[in-house]
């Protein structure tokens, strides 16, 4: 990312990857190792405070505490519910909110962290969706939401895990900011998560994937929802631009640069929609053989949804149709349901600063 300048307005270092920390220290005639010193500091020891960072110069702390300030977003509230999951609701200025969702299970404790304030792709059955789009979020915005949930959790000795971008928002629509923010979680002075522990779920940007696989290799979900076409059009209305065919062929040029990693296939599952066993067989078709597993999310009701969850049976004989053909499928359980964080609940506080939404464009350009 561009070189932190010198300039009257404080830096948030949590806005900054190791390299764009370490061209803000050459423009202040510093070493590059000062970037992994200040890394360390902020992310392995949680400090705040650049007066206790005591490997560094007297003159270069009072240069940090000159220039830059470590800002993280206000908690408006936090919500827990029965079965561990935590919610928060964090300002984002201007009457705008997002939400950060935490998710223990045995063996991992999950952080689904947002990308943008609203979203603008109008995905048919996403109470995000809902509310418009309002605008993305910084580096330090996205970072500032792990900081936030690790140090509120170290309080009671919770841990974070994993690390997935499935809050509000396209991560792959705000290419800028998540790549430098993935790369913090990944990097050894930062979080230092595992590349498998961190997962971008994207709607299919096609360019965006291509170039990711570049950029910062993580663990790559895709919300394909529909094997056809013409459903995934009416679900998933960016399908129309990058059709199915062309987002699987970006999945398995993805995973050939992964080397022996797949690729997590999110499905929601509407009752009556796209729950059927021809459509399970669809779906084989299209990604047997290949480096696929798909997870099956039971749909999550909000107000003014007129879509419903599938029968529990009808969820079954789906799972079973895909794995009978040897795709490994799980059945994602919903969390936090009775606090509204479990996936697509999430509305926040999004003032539609648009009307020129996805789904909207595509129905006016329609003949
Ligand atoms: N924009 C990204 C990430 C956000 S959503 C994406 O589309 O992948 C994370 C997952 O939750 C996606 O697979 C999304 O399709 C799914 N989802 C959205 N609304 C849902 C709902 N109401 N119930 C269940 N899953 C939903």
Same mark, same amino acid.
């Given at each position: ?27 202040w005639?510093?070493?590059?190792? $000062? ?44 919500q ?10 964090? #300002?984002?200025?201007a ?7 935490y ?5 991992? %404790?999950?952080?689904c962290?947002?990308?943008q ?9 996403? +109470? ?11 580096? +330090? ?10 140090? $509120? ?9 994993n690390v ?12 800028r ?15 230092g998560?595992? $590349?498998?522990?961190v ?25 394909l929802? +529909? ?27 993805? %995973? ?19 729950? /059927? ?19 099956l ?5 909000f ?7 599938? /029968?529990?049976?009808a969820?079954?004989r789906?799972?079973?149709e895909? #794995? ?9 359980r ?6 509204d ?7 926040g506080?999004v003032?539609?600063?648009t ?13």
């Amino acid at each position: 990312m561009a070189a932190a300048a010198d300039t009257a307005a404080p830096l948030n270092p949590l806005g900054f990857d190791r390299a764009g920390l370490e061209a803000m220290f050459a423009a202040w005639g510093e070493k590059p190792f $000062r970037a992994r010193q200040l890394m360390q500091w902020l992310y392995q020891r949680g400090v705040h405070d650049f007066d206790a960072m005591t490997d560094m110069s007297k003159a270069l702390r009072t240069r940090l505490a000159a220039q830059c300030r470590i800002e993280l977003p206000e908690v408006l509230s936090e919500q827990h519910s029965s079965d561990g999951t935590v919610k928060w609701l964090l #300002n984002m200025g201007a009457s705008q909110g997002i939400e950060t969702v935490y998710i223990p299970e045995p063996g991992r %404790a999950t952080l689904c962290i947002s990308s943008q304030v609203g979203c603008a792709l109008d995905c048919a059955f996403c +109470a995000t969706a809902q509310q418009g789009f309002n605008r993305n979020l910084t580096c +330090a915005e996205i970072i500032g939401q792990v900081w936030l949930a690790r140090e $509120r959790l170290a309080a009671t000795g919770r841990e974070i895990t994993n690390v997935v971008f499935m809050g509000m928002g396209e991560p792959l629509a705000n290419y800028r900011a998540v790549v430098p923010a993935a790369r913090l979680l990944i990097d050894d002075f930062g979080f230092g998560l595992s $590349r498998r522990r961190v997962t971008i779920s994207t709607s299919g940007l096609v360019p965006q994937m291509h170039r990711l696989a570049d950029d910062c290799n993580v663990a790559l979900a895709v919300s394909l929802h +529909a094997p056809t076409d013409d459903l995934r059009d009416a679900l998933v209305p960016i399908n129309r631009v990058h059709p199915v065919a062309e987002l699987l062929d970006a999945c398995w040029r993805y %995973a050939e640069r992964q080397a022996s990693r797949q690729i997590t296939f999110e499905y929601v599952m509407l009752d009556g929609v796209n729950d /059927s066993p021809a459509l399970a067989r669809e779906l084989v078709r299209l990604l047997a053989g290949r480096p696929a597993k798909v997870n099956l999310i039971p749909f999550n009701a909000f107000p003014g949804t007129h879509y419903r969850r599938s /029968s529990e049976a009808a969820m079954l004989r789906f799972q079973d149709e895909l #794995n009978r053909r040897g795709l490994r499928t799980t059945i994602r359980r919903t969390r936090g349901g009775d606090i509204d964080a479990a996936c697509g609940q999430l509305a926040g506080r999004v003032a539609d600063r648009t009307r020129h939404r996805l789904g909207e464009r595509l129905r006016v350009a329609a003949p």
